[in-house]
C-alpha cells in the first residue's frame, strides 16, 4: 500500500478523541489530497510505505486553522496608524494610504507577506476580502495556502475598480478566471451596506448566487453604523440585509458587535454565518460581539483576523485565545466560550461559514489534509493536562513547527517549502518604504 | 578601553529616541553590571574592545521586560483547570492541589520553568509571591534573572508555614537570608484582605518597613471581594488597607479592578503602586481595571502575567498587548492607553512600582544592563513604521533572541546559557505526571 505522506508518533487530535495523550501516540496517512487513514502507532499496518516520513515525536497534529477574515494585502499597513479615532484612522490614514499604494504589484507581494505569516501560525485557510483580487488568489495559490478569496466591490473608485459602475462585472469576470480551482474558492466582497447602496448589494448577492459562491460583507461593527442604519433605513444593519434578501447559508456576516436579540432572531432564520473578529474590535473599539448568544442560538460562528491595520498580525492563535477571555471578562462569566468551544470556531466552525465543512477543519479520513504540527516541547506548553486548553491559553503562532495544506507539505521544521520568505520581505520592505516617505496628513498640502 | 559587552549594527531604543530607525543603527558598550555607553555606530570609539560582541543587525535592542507579578511556582497547574466558576477553580482545583503538590522541591523546579519561559519571552525582572520563597529565590538567583521575591503570609496553614503563627517570623527568617543579594531582592507578600486578618496585613507591612522592604497585596480583584469588604469593614478594600495605615510608595497593591473615585484618591495620595494583570483578570471574568484613570490620576502602573493557572503563560508581549486593546474596548475608546503608554507600564512603570527606579527599565548609560534584543526580520513584523507599535500589537516573547540581564549574558541567539532546559522540563513533567493520576475532585470521596 503506498501513501504519499505518513506522520507518525505524535498525538494525534481527531473529534473522536480531542485530548489525546502522550501514552498512545498515533499516526496519521495521506493519500493524494486526502486524510487516507488515523490510528495508534500500535495498529499502524505493516505493509504502508509512504514517500515521506514526518516524525511528530512530542508533537500535536491537529486541523490547520480557519482565518475567515482577513485584507491579506494590508500587511502594507501594518502598524502604520495606531490608537486614533475610528474616523481619523480610516479617513486620514488608510483610506489614503490604500489609494496611494494599492496596486496589482503591491496586492501580489503584501498577500504573498500575509501568506508567508499565515503558514508559519497555523493558518490553512483564509477567506479573504480586498481588491485586485485576481492578484490575491495567484500569491496565495503560489504559497499553498487554500482561500475563499472576494472580491471586493463598493459603490467609490476603488483600487483596479476605478469606476464603480464596473464593480459587479470586474467581480463576475474574476470569479470566471478562477472557478474551478482545487486551492482557491472565488467569492464577492460588498464592503458594507452603508458604502454599497441597497441595489449593489442585491446585485453582488445575485452574482455570488449566480455562480454557487459565497457573500461577505461588514456588518454592525460599530455603534455609530447601527446609529445611521437606523436613521436612514429605520432598521438595523442585519434587518436592513434581511429586507434586501441577501442572508442565507452561503452568506457571511462579518464583525456582527452590535445586535440586538432580533438581529440574532433573524441570522438564525437565514442560515448566515458570523465571522468574528475580537482583536480588530478590541484595538479599534469597536465593541464586544455578543458571541455566547451566537452560540447558544446555533449560528455558526468562525473567527478572522481582519487586516493587519487593525490587529497588527495575523496570528490565529492569538484569536482565539483573545475571544476566549474577552466574552468571559465582558459578561463576568468564566465559564462562557471554553476552549472546547473556541478551538471549534476557529476549526469546523469556519469551515462551515465558508461552506467547506464535510472538507476541512477535522482530522477525519477523507476529509481534505489540511494538517498542522505543533511542537509541544516548549516550556510555555509544559506541562499539558489538556490540549484545548494548552491550544487557547498557552500556545502562539510560533509553535506551529510543519504545516501540510491539500496533502502537500507547505512548511516543514519552521521551515517554509512553497515561498522564499527572503524575497517577500524585500519586496514588501521596498514598498513600505515609499510609504514611510509619503507626506503623512498633517504635512500633506490638503 | 576594555568593556564586557559591546553590541552593534542594532536599533537602540533609549528614552531620547523611543522609534529608533534602521537608517542609524547604534550600539551599546556593558561594563560589569551596567550601561556604559550608547550612541550610534557611526561614531563608535575606536579604542573600544569587548570581551564579547553581539551583533544586533536587523533587530531591535532594548530594555528587558519587567513582570510586576508571578506566583512562578504555579506552572506545574498551567492549565490543569479553565472555563471555571471561580469559587469552584479556586476551592476544588487550585487550593487542593496546591495542598498536595506544593513543596521546597516543586517551587524550586517549576519556578526554574517560569525563569526559563520568562528570559525566553524577554522579561528580565520578575515580582513573585508564593510560599517557599527562598527556594524561589535560589531558582531564579540561578537562572540568571532578577527578581522581587516576596514570601507569602496568609492565615491559613500554608506550603511551608503549616502553622499560621510562624507566617512573620517565616518571613522575617527569609528576608535575613535573602537580604543583599545583587539579583534578588526580598520582600512580604500579604495574600489579600480576606485571607489575612487586619492585625496580620499590618505585622507584615511592619515587618517590610523595618526591613526596608516592598509589601506586596491583592487587592479588590473581584466584585464580590469588594461587596464582602463593605460588609465585613463597612469600606472598600483599599479604604481598608489606608485605614490599617499599610499603603505607602513601598506597598504594591495587585489587580485593583474595582476601585471607585475615592479608592484611586486614597491610592494617588499613599503613592503606593499598581500591579494589573489583564490577562488572568479577562480569564477568571474578575473584571476590567480602571488603567486609564489610574494613568491619568498619575498612580505607577506596572503589568504582571499573573500565575500560571490563571493565564496561561508568562509571555508578557502578551500582557502588553492585552492591556492596550482590553481597555480601549471597554471603553469604546480607541485613543486610551496607546502603544507607548503600556510599553511604558512594561518597563519603568514596573521598575517604579518595584523600588527599581533609576536601576533598571530604561537603555541609559549608569542603569543595570538589563536588556533584550528582539529580531525584527520576521514576517509578522514586516514592514515596522514604529517601534512601539510593532513591539505592542504585533510581536510576541518568541521574537527575542538575546538576553542580558545585570550584566551577564543568559540567553544567546535562542539558546539558554544559564539553565539546561530540558532537564527542567523533564522535572516538572515528573510530577505534572502526579499531578494527573491524582484524583479529580468529582472522583475524590470528599
Given amino acids: 500500500m503506498n501513501c504519499d505522506i505518513i506522520i507518525t508518533n505524535g498525538l494525534i487530535k481527531t473529534p473522536g478523541n480531542p485530548n489525546p495523550s502522550p501514552d498512545d501516540p498515533g499516526y496519521v496517512i495521506i493519500r493524494d489530497t486526502k486524510i487516507f487513514a488515523t490510528g495508534l502507532m500500535a495498529e499502524l499496518p505493516a505493509e504502508i510505505t509512504a514517500a515521506k516520513t514526518i516524525d511528530a515525536s512530542g508533537c500535536l497534529v491537529m486541523p490547520g486553522l480557519i482565518n475567515t477574515h482577513n485584507h491579506c494585502a494590508m500587511t502594507l499597513f501594518r502598524g502604520l496608524a495606531d490608537d486614533l479615532p475610528l474616523m481619523t484612522w480610516l479617513q486620514d490614514h488608510i483610506f489614503p494610504a490604500e489609494a496611494k499604494f494599492v496596486s496589482s504589484k503591491m496586492v501580489y507581494w503584501c498577500t504573498k507577506l500575509a501568506a508567508v505569516e499565515m503558514i508559519m501560525s497555523g493558518t490553512t485557510t483564509v477567506a479573504d476580502s480586498y ?250 506548553l509544559t506541562p499539558t493536562y489538556d490540549v484545548n486548553s494548552m491550544l487557547v491559553y498557552s500556545a502562539s503562532g510560533s509553535d506551529v513547527k510543519t504545516s501540510i495544506i491539500n496533502g502537500r507539505l507547505v512548511m516543514e521544521n519552521y521551515h517554509l517549502l512553497t515561498i522564499d520568505p527572503d524575497e517577500v520581505l524585500a519586496k514588501v520592505n521596498e514598498m513600505a518604504k515609499l510609504v514611510r516617505s509619503a507626506p503623512s496628513p498633517e504635512q500633506s498640502p490638503g
Avoid at 166 to 187: C, F, M, R, S, V
Avoid at 202 to 210: F, I, N, P
Avoid at 319 to 340: C, F, M, Q, S, Y
Fill in 131 to 380: 481588491f485586485f483580487e485576481s492578484d490575491v488568489a495567484k500569491a496565495l495559490k503560489e504559497a499553498g495556502i487554500r482561500a475563499v478569496a472576494a472580491q471586493g466591490v463598493i459603490d467609490f473608485p476603488a483600487p483596479g475598480v476605478p469606476d464603480p459602475a464596473d464593480n459587479i462585472d470586474n467581480a463576475a469576470w474574476y470569479i470566471e478566471k478562477w472557478q474551478g480551482d482545487d486551492l482557491i474558492t472565488p467569492a464577492v466582497f460588498c464592503h458594507s451596506p452603508y458604502t454599497c447602496s441597497g441595489e449593489t448589494i442585491q446585485k453582488g448577492k445575485e452574482l455570488a448566487r449566480s455562480s454557487g459562491c459565497h457573500f461577505f460583507i461588514h456588518v454592525a461593527e460599530t455603534k455609530s453604523e447601527v446609529e445611521q442604519s437606523l436613521k436612514q433605513h429605520g432598521v438595523s444593519p442585519v434587518q436592513y440585509l434581511n429586507q434586501l434578501g441577501v442572508l442565507d447559508e452561503e452568506t457571511v456576516c462579518v464583525h456582527c458587535v452590535w445586535l440586538d436579540d432580533n438581529d440574532i432572531e433573524i441570522l438564525n432564520k437565514s442560515g448566515a454565518g458570523v465571522a468574528s473578529c475580537s482583536k480588530s474590535n478590541m484595538k479599534l473599539a469597536s465593541g464586544v460581539a455578543p458571541l455566547d448568544k451566537l452560540v447558544e442560538a446555533g449560528i455558526p460562528v468562525g473567527l478572522g483576523t481582519d487586516g493587519c491595520a487593525s490587529n497588527n498580525n495575523l496570528d490565529m492563535f492569538g484569536e482565539i485565545t483573545t475571544a476566549a477571555k474577552l466574552h468571559k471578562v465582558n459578561r463576568l462569566d468564566p465559564t462562557l466560550l471554553t476552549a472546547g468551544t473556541v478551538f471549534k470556531m476557529a476549526t469546523t466552525g469556519g469551515a462551515k461559514i465558508l461552506g467547506l465543512q464535510g472538507k476541512i477543519g477535522e482530522l477525519v479520513v477523507g476529509k481534505l489534509a489540511d494538517i498542522i504540527i505543533v511542537d509541544m516541547q516548549k516550556p510555555h
